[in-house]
């Protein structure tokens, strides 16, 4: 069972979020010749000043 941990920036709608999520499961099927109900993704969202890269934050 393919299991996916997505790590975004908060602030996307909850239609955004069922575009990607739909997205997602549909490549991974075919890819994987997987069935639907076999993939499973944790969207975690995470405020901009909880995530830094080349030692700056998000939020700066």
Do not use: H
């Amino acid at each position: 069972m393919p299991t996916f941990n997505v790590q975004l920036f908060e602030g996307r709608t909850a239609e955004q979020k069922r575009a990607f999520v739909k997205a997602i499961t549909e490549v991974t099927c075919k890819t994987l010749d997987c069935g639907p109900e076999s993939v499973d993704i944790i969207i975690q969202e995470i405020k901009r000043e909880n995530w830094a890269t080349a030692g700056k934050l998000w939020s700066d």
